[in-house]
């Protein structure tokens, strides 16, 4: 074992605070990296604040991780000390259920270990995430960040870009597509990239007025302020996929009806509270209301490449790990723009 800091929230009602903690030494299929930065993801906030109702404290968040490798086992082929590693949201999962056969490892038959919040089935206790100094991690969890990208910005592709990639990929966004994005914060944001580089027509639907011209800025083909009516109203009955990445109670029924025939409203954003479908919403027009998880270990590894080869990274505004509770706050204003990064170095500096 060895000793890592990290900042945790005790209780549900607590703010994040300096916390030291022991992780495992690496054994021999695992990769130790030091941890340069990590993105803050609203699930982070929803887990720290007890809002899913499965919290375990102390609570580590974060699960957009970049950082060095520093040590290695002896059966790890893919990474050496030094080399720049990522980490998402799962570190481990069975290997052998058809999920995970399937490369489906976020739905996996015997429940994957997600890199925070989870039983650690490896130490004991429970995962710690990476709000942290350091983090040790299965190889076949580890991915590689293509060298060409910004490696703070690449951070929030590891849960924001593979949470929104997935969908985009399951119902074929492309060419010829008309895609909806629902909410502009960081997985909204990416999703607006994703879908327009994937070659789709992309309507960003937005609460906030001041986010119109980045909306088009980032690659949206149309921007509508979703308090507008009429503006929706426009869009009755057109859309091949939406992807909602709302972390908030809204109408869901107002989206429903801009999905065609046999279209898919896809739900990613997971507010605390149940969102009231309409049954008539999904029967006219036998549309699809789904959701999406995250998304596999070799899917996410496809992402990154993609977003290599496309030059994507997300926007980001970097904080030192000590604003985390005021990056929080903006969070729930929808002041986002549009993910917070932690910059771990400032870890080493005093509280
Ligand atoms: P975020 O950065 O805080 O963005 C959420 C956006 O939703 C806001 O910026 C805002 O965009 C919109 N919004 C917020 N409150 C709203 C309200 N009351 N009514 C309408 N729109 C509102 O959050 P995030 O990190 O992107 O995460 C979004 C959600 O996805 C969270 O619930 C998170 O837990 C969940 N998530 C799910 C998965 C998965 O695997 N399914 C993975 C990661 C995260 P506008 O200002 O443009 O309206
Ligand atoms: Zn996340
Ligand atoms: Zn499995």
């Not at 130790?32 to 609570?59: K, Q």
């Not at 994957?112 to 076949?140: L, M, P, R």
Request: hydrophobic residues 40%; negative net charge; contains cysteine.
């Amino acid at each position: 074992m060895f000793t890592c800091t990290g900042y945790a929230a005790e209780a549900a009602d607590k703010r994040l605070t300096p916390f030291t903690f022991e992780r495992r030494d690496p054994g021999p299929t695992d990769v130790a990296i030091e941890i340069l930065f990590c993105g803050v993801c609203h699930s982070d906030l929803h887990t720290a604040r007890g809002e899913w109702g499965n919290s375990l404290y102390p609570c580590v968040p974060g699960h957009e991780i970049v950082g060095r490798v520093t040590a290695v086992g002896g059966k790890v082929s893919r990474f050496k000390v030094g080399d720049v590693a990522a980490v998402g949201c799962m570190v481990d999962s069975c290997r052998t259920c058809p999920s995970c056969k399937a490369g489906l490892e976020q739905y996996c038959d015997n429940g994957f270990t997600a890199t925070y919040n989870s039983e650690d089935k490896k130490s004991g206790g429970h995962t710690f995430g990476g709000y942290a100094s350091h983090i040790v991690v299965d190889h076949d969890f580890v991915l590689k960040v293509p060298t060409n990208l910004d490696l703070a910005a690449a951070a929030p592709l590891l849960c924001a870009g593979i949470t929104t990639w997935s969908p985009l990929r399951h119902w074929k966004a492309g060419p010829g597509k008309k895609v909806g994005i629902v909410g502009l914060g960081g997985l909204g944001h990416m999703g607006v990239k994703l879908a327009h580089a994937l070659g789709a027509h992309v309507v960003l639907f937005t609460t906030s007025p001041g986010k119109i011209a980045d909306g088009k800025r980032l690659g949206a083909d149309e921007v509508v302020l979703s308090k507008d009516e009429a503006a929706m109203a426009a869009h009755a009955e057109s859309f091949d996929l939406i992807v909602d990445a709302v972390a908030a109670d809204h109408d869901i029924n107002a989206y429903l009806g801009l999905v065609k025939r046999d279209g898919t409203l896809v739900q990613v954003g997971a507010p605390e509270k149940p969102l009231a479908v309409n049954v008539f919403s999904v029967i006219w027009k036998r549309r699809n209301f789904a959701g999406s998880l995250i998304g596999g270990i070799a899917e996410t590894q496809e992402m990154l490449d993609f977003c290599g080869r496309h030059g994507i990274t997300s926007d980001i505004e970097m904080i030192p790990i000590q604003k985390i509770d005021e990056a929080y706050a903006r969070m729930l204003e929808s002041d986002v723009k549009y993910r917070f990064v932690v910059d771990m170095a400032s870890l080493k500096t005093a509280a």
